[in-house]
């Protein structure tokens, strides 16, 4: 079998199938170099405008990504699929831990769903699979390794912090994505749920938080206020917070690379300044274990952003 057809997937049926052959498959971390990442751009607007099947892979991604079109057997709905594929030394691990886009060219919510740490985050890449499907969202993005396996990341250079660590690293495809997906959308309106695990004894008495990547009180009218209301009405027993609730919580995701920039910093400073505002457009969602199924989030999404 060749390297390629080896990661490639093709027993998957579900998208569900899909993301959890993916991630069977993660091994390694190695950085994407610039030119890469300009190319994956490249790639992503190509399938964020509506094509798939005939978009050319530079030389640059040659024979370490493919692009196909996916049916989903449950609902017969098509999608783009952008995944890593190369196993040189044919260990059924990926080489270089570079992630996945999928894309749904005919959404009925502007939402991109994002999996910073799956596996780590126990459960959060088969609850995001599940909320873009359920939601009918129009992208979603997986980080393509575990957090902890590459070395320090130069970007958050501490202890807390590899450089497979999508939440906080800028040289990778993960951010290069969110960027491209940033300014494909323009002056339109868009939200990244960016979902997230929390341990067990990390915010005591709180089922989920939620910020905009800000330690500050969501203004009145915020869409995160909402999606809160709405999460409470569908589960009255659940405690949901953001920022200056009670109980209260400090995972505001204020060092989130993804956060910072759609809030605002630039990108030659986002390794190292915090937002001093936030865009709404980012919303990063910690949750205790026993509070991570899709289905417990698709409703209030769907009430927070109707169809279009």
Not at 107 to 132: C, M, S, Y
Request: some cysteine; proline content about 6%.
């Amino acid at each position: 079998m060749s390297s390629s057809n080896a990661l490639s997937c093709t027993d998957a049926k579900t998208l569900e199938e899909l993301v959890s052959c993916i991630v069977s498959h993660f091994g390694p971390f190695v950085p994407p170099s610039v030119a890469e990442r300009s190319d994956f751009r490249t790639v992503a607007r190509a399938l964020f405008n509506g094509s798939c099947d005939t978009i050319p892979l530079p030389s640059t991604l040659g024979g370490i990504f493919s692009i196909r079109s996916f049916t989903d057997r449950d609902t017969s709905k098509t999608y783009c699929v952008l995944m890593e594929v190369k196993d040189a030394d044919g260990d059924t691990k990926a080489d270089r831990g570079l992630g996945a886009i999928i894309v749904n060219n005919a959404p009925k919510r502007e939402l991109n769903i994002a999996i910073a740490h799956p596996i780590d985050d126990w459960k959060t890449e088969e609850q995001g699979i599940g909320v873009f499907k359920g939601t009918d969202s129009r992208t979603f993005f997986l980080a393509g390794a575990r957090r902890y396996v590459g070395i320090p990341s130069a970007c958050e250079p501490d202890d807390a912090h590899s450089s497979s660590d999508a939440a906080h690293n800028t040289a990778m495809m993960f951010f290069a994505a969110t960027q491209e997906l940033n300014d494909w959308y323009g002056s339109r309106s868009w939200n990244q749920l960016q979902f997230h695990g929390m341990g067990t004894g990390a915010c005591p008495g709180v089922n989920a938080y939620m910020t905009n990547g800000k330690n500050t009180t969501p203004a009145s009218g915020d869409v995160i206020l909402t999606l809160k209301a709405n999460m409470l009405k569908h589960h009255p027993a659940w405690v949901v917070t953001v920022p200056n609730d009670s109980p209260s919580c400090t995972l505001s995701a204020t060092t989130n690379v993804q956060g910072r920039y759609l809030n605002g910093v630039s990108v030659d400073t986002v390794c190292t300044a915090p937002a001093s505002t936030y865009s709404q457009k980012f919303i990063s969602i910690e949750q205790a274990p026993g509070f991570r199924l899709a289905s417990d989030w698709v409703a209030a999404i769907k009430d927070t952003w109707p169809s279009m």
